[in-house]
């Protein structure tokens, strides 16, 4: 089955802590993007990568950091110096053919 | 500056009772519309994706239209099986492939 996986489901972060949200798709898409979905709002985009070794900052790049070494593979990591992160982090891959993203299941990421 | 913007915010219907959400959208050019349907805790499913005004896609129960301003979702009939989060978002021709949301129509559809 071809598709987009991301992990751990749920996390927990205690203040002061960096975590990295794994993100992973066999789809063989070039691009992929970090989407950021809090109550009341759109989504919002984190951080963009067209092709391996290569990414840009989105939207609401500060105190998110991302890196793509594998064509598959596309983490985020959420560092201390983020704000605000309790959020729903969605992960998406881009069908250059049929011109559409298509997203994974999401990760809850809490702070306590 | 891209802005998309969904109303209602919420609907609540019974069902069968048809209606219509609206995206209206302000870009300075259109590569293309898309809408996703979202269930809690999940991530997005892709809809439809529309190109150019008078443009009209269907599948089941939903039924997007396009004009150079909004784009419609049309839910004919709806069951409880319907009730989701309906998302619009625009890409417009000059992002690479970045898409802009809207805040999405939570839609309750009661037996």
């Known amino acids: 089955d071809g598709g987009i996986t991301q992990s751990p489901k749920y996390l927990f972060r205690k203040e002061g802590q960096n975590v990295t949200l794994s993100c992973e798709q066999n789809l063989n898409h070039d691009a992929m993007y970090w989407y950021r979905q809090d109550p009341g709002q759109g989504l919002r985009l984190i951080y963009y990568?067209?092709?391996?070794?290569?990414?840009q900052k989105g939207d609401i790049a500060e105190g998110y950091s991302v890196s793509r070494e594998k064509k598959e593979s596309f983490p985020l990591t959420v560092t201390s110096a983020q704000k605000n992160p309790t959020a729903f982090y969605l992960c998406a891959s881009l069908n250059l053919y049929t011109d559409t993203q298509y997203f994974g299941p999401g990760t809850r990421l809490t702070v306590l | 500056e891209d802005q998309v913007t969904q109303s209602p915010e919420a609907l609540r219907l019974q069902e069968g009772e048809s209606s219509s959400l609206n995206c209206s959208y302000t870009v300075s050019g259109l590569r293309g519309l898309f809408w996703y349907r979202q269930d809690p805790g999940k991530g997005p499913e892709f809809l439809f994706t529309?190109?150019?005004a008078g443009e009209e896609k269907e599948k089941e129960r939903l039924k997007a239209t396009l004009t150079k301003k909004e784009s419609f979702l049309h839910i004919t009939a709806p069951k409880p099986e319907d009730s989701a989060t309906y998302l619009c978002?625009?890409?417009?021709?000059?992002?690479?492939?970045?898409?802009?949301f809207g805040a999405g129509t939570q839609v309750v559809v009661t037996p």
């Open positions: 978002a625009v890409r417009p021709t000059d992002s690479w492939g970045k898409l802009q």
């Open positions: 529309l190109y150019s």
């Open positions: 990568s067209q092709i391996v070794n290569d990414f």
